[in-house]
């Protein structure tokens, strides 16, 4: 039998290979070969098989692109992070109101201008593969430049990544704030642009209900009405502040998520950062519209805005992904994000097993962007995005590493002590575009 691919590989892999509703079902779908072999062919996954099975598939031994040592899984998902504030993460002493005020506003003005972007766009593409993340929802600012910037280089990665420009025209600095016609304005310009160009997908982006008059809401309605295959992708209910001062901007409406329910932005590509502090109506809605919610646990810790209900979550049957929410968030590792979303279960009595912790990571975060069609596994036919990962690389790592029994135990050893150090290689779109040690091949 003769197979069509361009590039072998040999590796350990671990993957989950189907979507599920309960956690209790996925030690049935959890795949690890030890010694494994994925055929690629150009930007799409072949096949992944055991060495021994595919072997004789194979036209030329020599050409197999050797990782044996390495743990191989699919390409981490981000469904929550703003790029430009990627220099200012770590900003001391605020919670969420006074953050934004004090830093994140300031730092955001500067996106007016191309080149900054453009600097920021490719320092921030290089955090993300650096820390084997291959496709993320992320935040830019108001500025229409700042998403130029950040789909031109994104695009010349290859890399799946939904963005949208910033739309707020109240509660900000006058720097920052636009009229309602102007947002729908240049949003639509944007998606004519760049929605569904190659890999990059638009993503509306009021910043939250606290910034956005009714005329914004139904704005950001209208575009969605007009192109309906687009993301929206806002915060819902970070900080108890936050939750009160949305109750008395929006008096008529049935607490925070009503307000975006009510101009329906509710629905399958809607992903919603934080949702901390839901009550159970909220819950229901989220889940009765298909809507996804972005655990954030390295921002929610970081801001004091409280522990995510992960319990809640499954049982509620709302859609969940992994976000990282720099730069109120403190890492760009998905490693180190697992590791910290473990603490918080710990403190609620939740137990977040590795297994549970890569699936968030990948497939659940690819389900939450509505992708998992197209990434978060090695199932044949989906784009190849993966990392390899160098299971232990300090001292400490390999001892630990060494000690451990099964995959599970590896599994949890490496969030737990992992971060970009264990980036070994990442792969977009079929290509290695960041590898430890060299500059990365293609930024
Ligand atoms: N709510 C509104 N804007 C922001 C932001 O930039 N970061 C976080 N964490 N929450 C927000
Ligand atoms: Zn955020």
Same mark, same amino acid.
Not at 330 to 358: I, N
């Given at each position: 039998?003769?197979?069509?691919?361009?590039?072998?590989?040999?590796?350990?892999?671990?993957?989950?290979?189907?979507?599920?509703?309960?956690?209790?079902?996925?030690?049935?779908?959890?795949?690890?070969?030890?010694?494994?072999?994925?055929?690629?062919?150009?930007?799409?996954?072949?096949?992944?098989?055991?060495?021994?099975?595919? #072997?004789? &598939?194979?036209?030329?031994?020599?050409?197999?692109?050797?990782?044996?040592?390495?743990?191989?899984?699919?390409?981490?998902?981000?469904?929550?992070?703003?790029?430009?504030? =990627?220099?200012?993460?770590?900003?001391?002493?605020?919670?969420?109101?006074?953050?934004?005020?004090?830093?994140?506003?300031?730092?955001?003005?500067?996106?007016?201008?191309?080149?900054?972007?453009?600097? $920021?766009?490719?320092?921030?593409?290089?955090?993300?593969?650096?820390?084997?993340? =291959?496709?993320? &929802?992320?935040?830019?600012?108001?500025?229409?430049?700042?998403?130029?910037?950040?789909?031109?280089?994104?695009?010349?990665?290859? @890399?799946?990544?939904?963005?949208?420009?910033?739309? @707020?025209?109240?509660?900000?600095?006058?720097?920052?704030?636009?009229?309602?016609?102007?947002?729908?304005?240049?949003?639509?310009?944007?998606?004519?642009?760049?929605?569904?160009?190659?890999?990059?997908?638009?993503?509306?982006?009021?910043?939250?209900?606290?910034?956005?008059?009714?005329?914004?809401?139904?704005?950001?309605?209208?575009?969605?009405?007009?192109?309906?295959?687009?993301?929206?992708?806002?915060?819902?209910?970070?900080?108890?502040?936050?939750?009160?001062?949305?109750?008395?901007?929006?008096?008529?409406?049935?607490?925070?998520?009503?307000?975006?329910?009510?101009?329906?932005?509710?629905? #399958?590509?809607?992903?919603?950062?934080?949702?901390?502090?839901?009550?159970?109506?909220?819950?229901?809605?989220?889940?009765?519209?298909?809507?996804?919610?972005?655990?954030?646990?390295?921002?929610?810790?970081?801001?004091?805005?409280?522990?995510?209900?992960?319990?809640?979550?499954?049982?509620?049957?709302?859609?969940?992904? $992994?976000? =990282?929410?720099?730069?109120?968030?403190?890492?760009?590792? $998905?490693?180190? =994000?697992?590791?910290?979303?473990?603490?918080?279960?710990?403190?609620?009595?939740?137990?977040?097993?590795?297994?549970?912790?890569?699936?968030?990571?990948?497939?659940?975060?690819?389900?939450?962007?509505?992708?998992?069609? #197209?990434?978060?596994?090695?199932?044949?036919?989906?784009?190849?995005?993966?990392?390899?990962?160098?299971?232990?690389?300090?001292?400490?790592?390999?001892?630990?590493?060494?000690?451990?029994?099964?995959?599970?135990?590896?599994?949890?050893?490496? @969030?737990?002590?992992?971060?970009?150090?264990?980036?070994?290689?990442?792969?977009?779109?079929?290509?290695?575009?960041?590898?430890?040690?060299?500059?990365?091949?293609?930024?």
């Amino acid at each position: 039998m003769s197979v069509t691919y361009t590039q072998a590989i040999r590796g350990s892999f671990f993957d989950i290979t189907a979507v599920v509703e309960t956690p209790l079902q996925l030690p049935d779908y959890a795949r690890y070969i030890e010694d494994g072999l994925l055929l690629l062919n150009g930007g799409d996954i072949v096949s992944l098989q055991s060495w021994e099975a595919g #072997r004789h &598939l194979l036209a030329d031994r020599s050409s197999v692109l050797d990782y044996r040592g390495k743990l191989i899984v699919p390409g981490f998902v981000d469904t929550h992070i703003h790029y430009p504030q =990627t220099e200012m993460i770590a900003a001391y002493g605020e919670q969420l109101l006074e953050w934004l005020q004090q830093y994140t506003f300031p730092v955001e003005s500067q996106y007016h201008c191309p080149q900054h972007s453009a600097r $920021m766009s490719a320092f921030f593409l290089h955090q993300l593969l650096s820390n084997g993340t =291959t496709t993320a &929802l992320v935040f830019g600012t108001v500025h229409p430049e700042s998403v130029d910037a950040l789909f031109s280089a994104a695009d010349r990665l290859g @890399m799946r990544l939904i963005a949208g420009k910033v739309m @707020m025209d109240r509660n900000a600095p006058d720097y920052l704030t636009e009229t309602p016609e102007q947002s729908y304005q240049q949003t639509r310009e944007l998606i004519e642009r760049w929605h569904n160009h190659g890999r990059l997908s638009y993503a509306l982006t009021p910043r939250f209900a606290p910034t956005s008059s009714p005329e914004l809401l139904g704005k950001v309605q209208q575009l969605k009405e007009e192109y309906p295959d687009t993301w929206l992708h806002t915060h819902l209910s970070e900080n108890p502040q936050e939750i009160e001062w949305v109750k008395s901007l929006f008096p008529d409406h049935n607490g925070y998520l009503d307000v975006y329910h009510q101009y329906q932005l509710t629905g #399958r590509r809607s992903v919603f950062a934080h949702c901390i502090h839901l009550d159970e109506e909220e819950w229901d809605c989220l889940h009765a519209t298909g809507s996804a919610v972005a655990f954030c646990p390295t921002s929610n810790l970081f801001l004091g805005s409280g522990l995510f209900n992960l319990k809640t979550c499954w049982e509620k049957g709302v859609k969940m992904g $992994m976000g =990282t929410d720099v730069g109120a968030g403190t890492t760009f590792s $998905m490693l180190q =994000t697992l590791g910290e979303a473990y603490k918080v279960g710990q403190l609620q009595r939740y137990r977040l097993a590795a297994c549970e912790a890569f699936y968030h990571a990948t497939l659940g975060g690819a389900r939450a962007l509505d992708l998992d069609s #197209r990434i978060g596994s090695f199932t044949a036919g989906k784009e190849a995005d993966f990392v390899v990962l160098d299971p232990a690389v300090s001292a400490l790592q390999q001892m630990r590493f060494a000690n451990s029994k099964d995959i599970w135990e590896k599994l949890f050893v490496l @969030m737990t002590l992992g971060d970009d150090r264990n980036i070994a290689a990442t792969w977009v779109n079929g290509q290695c575009v960041w590898q430890a040690r060299s500059e990365e091949k293609a930024a």
